[in-house]
């Protein structure tokens, strides 16, 4: 190599440089920065991991309230504890489309009960020397529905003012389209169910249309909490006219100036509810002041087309 050729390598090697100290601190920082957020993101997914159980639960309600409800053949079904906003989001659906079935039908009737409901009709029939206009209160529509279809008499109550049964069914009639039958628009059931693995409740609201379900939530509540809490799910104001008739405690519930009404309540996810905060009392329900603090306290009418 010549001394010429010499001079130009060692002048090509001044012209490349390294990091400076200024660039190397700057790239550790950013690594560093990353290493640290990646570590916290796994450490709150770990954490939610180990977690997992304290917010979903594997609650043993029986095969045969699983074959009811849902027509699974299992003891156990997967819910979350209450309070849950994630199950309020499901809850708020099932609420627009019972509220959207509110408004396309006829006639409403809260029936009660302590069982699970095996009667979920599409067709109800209906005698053509009857005047359907008898059918005006939900003990009228119970003891026409035990006529004809008899096996309903071991499933629903009688009931007036306040329902003090642990379970009920939401009859949503409609024009069948037939001579001689109702049509039922849907049936919601409202289901409560103590548990001892855990130990709790737990609470469903599912839609049922032809006898299919079409869709539910359901909440856990632990400790047993909501037993008491959601004992009256049904409250049924009648008539003011009817005070003409002195019928003692009934007459606390003959309130309605035109049509009769109900007050209707169904089991919120988002709240944490215990036996001392609500409690029922005798025919009047202690809790009426969650219509302040629940998006599922409803007031519909008998015949809400009317």
Not at 29 to 50: D, F, K, P, Q, W
Not at 58 to 75: E, F, L, P, Q, T
Not at 210 to 216: A, I, S
Not at 278 to 296: E, P
Request: charged residues 20%.
């Amino acid at each position: 190599m010549t001394i010429k050729g010499h001079h130009n390598y060692l002048f090509h090697l001044k012209g490349e440089r390294g990091f400076s100290l200024t660039e190397i601190m700057i790239t550790s920082t950013i690594a560093a920065c990353l290493i640290t957020g990646v570590s916290l993101i796994m450490n709150v997914i770990g954490s939610n991991l180990e977690n997992q159980n304290t917010i979903v639960t594997k609650v043993n309600i029986g095969k045969i309230a699983s074959k009811v409800y849902y027509d699974i053949n299992s003891y156990t079904v997967n819910t979350y504890n209450a309070p849950s906003y994630g199950r309020t989001a499901t809850a708020d659906r099932l609420k627009s489309k019972f509220m959207d079935d509110i408004d396309g039908c006829t006639a409403v009737f809260c029936l009660a009960r302590d069982g699970h409901n095996i009667i979920k009709p599409a067709y109800i029939p209906l005698d053509a020397k009857m005047d359907a206009r008898v059918l005006d209160s939900p003990e009228s529509f119970r003891i026409h529905l035990s006529k004809v279809m008899t096996h309903s008499q071991n499933v629903f109550k009688p009931w007036r003012g306040v329902s003090q049964f642990s379970n009920g069914s939401i009859f949503i009639l409609s024009s069948s389209g037939f001579n001689g039958f109702i049509g039922v628009r849907s049936i919601y059931d409202i289901d409560f169910n103590q548990t001892a693995e855990p130990k709790g409740t737990y609470a469903s609201v599912k839609r049922y249309s032809w006898n299919q379900l079409t869709d539910y939530y359901d909440v856990f509540y632990s400790n047993d909490s909501a037993n008491e809490s959601f004992r009256s799910l049904f409250a049924f104001h009648e008539k003011r006219i009817r005070r003409v008739f002195n019928e003692g405690n009934a007459d606390s519930f003959k309130t309605a100036m035109e049509m009769p009404f109900y007050f209707i309540w169904w089991p919120d996810p988002s709240l944490k509810l215990t036996k001392e905060e609500i409690t029922t009392h005798g025919n009047h329900m202690g809790y009426g002041y969650l219509a302040q603090r629940t998006n599922y306290f409803f007031t519909v009418p008998i015949f809400p087309s009317l």
